[in-house]
């Protein structure tokens, strides 16, 4: 099967140009140069004219809640999401029920994913404060890295013993995804405002509870265990200034992550959203998300990504204590990250730098990522019209979206995955099953 995507701008390695793209089966087979006229005939031809032609997003920070908190989220619901969202490719979070901490238990998510998901996918193994010898075996080639909780949130999986710290760092030989928010500081600040305002302190503590101060110390420490073993560390969702210190835009063993939710919004956002923006590390000030949007293009920011958590909205009510952290946010994440386009915050081409090569590149993935001859075809194809999003447009499984009142210029019309077209102007093709990814 031969299709043609002609007439549209690529967005890929630094440049936009006129090109046309050739899929053969699953894979990119030639890109013709808009001066030049295709000679050959096609089973399918996509006119893109007047679309922009991005590499398929590659989200490396998602929880699709399987298994066992299907009752708001699967990878089928939320592969589904990713699809309408230009994203072909997620790598999942261990914090399931049970935790993804075994060999065994990565099996069972690959299998279960060749099923159901609509887009291609790996899953981080977990570390935990006893299971060295499981991090030690597991194969390079089929996960993205070890995830690590050096700061208590969902799922409970913090490791907090400084001699197992040091050994995983120490013997690691995959990149090390750091949660880093200081667990006793945070137990501190809540005590504080518990005897400040009773039992639930309002959201809007949220983030004086889960402080700059939790955040810095915490990512101090990742860098600096990072340095000392010579390991590769990405610190997952960086939330304040003062962190991206720690970073320089040359080092290419300790990098960072940004997530959309706090590229988004700032602790001002909390009166009108309330608990719909409670995440873990929280949103935190106006100064600290505009801090965060200029690291983005001068290099201390490596990836964007999304931390996509579903919840129920009836899991979602209460304060800092009891209600849940993290939001749905991965079938807006690239028109989100174009808004900011449109604000000048940096430009398309970046967009796809910290959202496709950069993740292909700090974690190995393997053909995929970029625009080119012999790469899979990846691909997310953006149009410039009005997207409003309102209850009556949500496809999610959870029901509600931090982002319901928004319009963004940009939207997604059309998601290749494999070669296949798995998601074409509002439909979804069930049919589809992405690909396990592969590594280094």
Request: aromatic share 6%.
């Amino acid at each position: 099967m031969k299709t043609i995507l002609k007439n549209g701008i690529i967005v890929n390695e630094g440049v936009s140009e006129r090109a046309s793209v050739v899929i053969t089966d699953d894979r990119i087979t030639d890109i013709i140069d808009s001066n030049m006229s295709p000679r050959e005939n096609y089973d399918n031809t996509v006119d893109l004219a007047g679309c922009f032609v991005f590499p398929g997003i590659i989200d490396s920070h998602v929880h699709f809640r399987e298994p066992g908190m299907t009752h708001k989220a699967d990878m089928e619901s939320e592969s589904r999401e990713a699809a309408r969202g230009g994203v072909t490719t997620f790598f999942d979070m261990p914090n399931t029920v049970p935790q993804t901490t075994t060999a065994e238990a990565i099996g069972g998510k690959l299998e279960r994913a060749a099923k159901v998901s609509a887009v291609n996918y790996a899953f981080f193994i977990g570390a935990t404060n006893d299971n060295a010898e499981e991090l030690a075996s597991i194969d390079c080639h089929i996960v993205p890295g070890i995830k690590l909780f050096m700061g208590s949130s969902t799922g409970n999986m913090l490791v907090d013993r400084r001699e197992t710290l040091e050994q995983l760092f120490k013997n690691s030989t995959l990149p090390i995804m750091a949660h880093c928010e200081d667990t006793a500081i945070i137990n501190r600040n809540m005590e504080q405002a518990k005897k400040r305002f009773g039992g639930e302190p309002p959201v809007a503590c949220h983030p004086s509870i889960r402080s700059e101060e939790a955040c810095y110390a915490s990512t101090a420490l990742a860098v600096s265990l990072a340095r000392k073993f010579n390991a590769r560390l990405h610190v997952a969702h960086l939330t304040t200034a003062r962190e991206l210190e720690l970073f320089r835009p040359d080092d290419r063993n300790i990098t960072a992550e940004a997530v959309v939710a706090h590229l988004w919004f700032c602790d001002e956002d909390y009166e009108r959203l309330g608990t719909r923006i409670k995440c873990n590390p929280a949103v935190k000030t106006a100064a600290d998300r505009d801090a965060l949007r200029k690291a983005l293009t001068d290099g201390r920011i490596t990836t964007v990504s999304t931390d996509h958590a579903p919840h129920l909205l009836s899991e979602k009510e209460g304060g800092c204590c009891s209600a849940a952290s993290g939001m749905p946010m991965v079938r807006y994440s690239l028109s989100a990250m174009l808004q900011l386009v449109e604000k000048g915050v940096l430009s398309m081409e970046r967009v796809a730098h910290l959202m496709c090569h950069q993740q292909a590149r700090l974690f190995g993935v393997r053909e995929r990522g970029f625009i080119r001859k012999g790469y899979k075809a990846d691909l997310a194809v953006v149009s410039r019209q009005p997207l409003h999003v309102d209850k009556e447009s949500l496809t999610c499984r959870c029901g509600w979206s931090p982002m319901e009142g928004e319009t963004f210029d940009w939207q997604v019309v059309h998601t290749f995955c494999n070669g296949r077209h798995v998601y074409n102007n509002g439909i979804i093709d069930d049919s589809v099953r992405g690909e396990q990814v592969m590594f280094r």
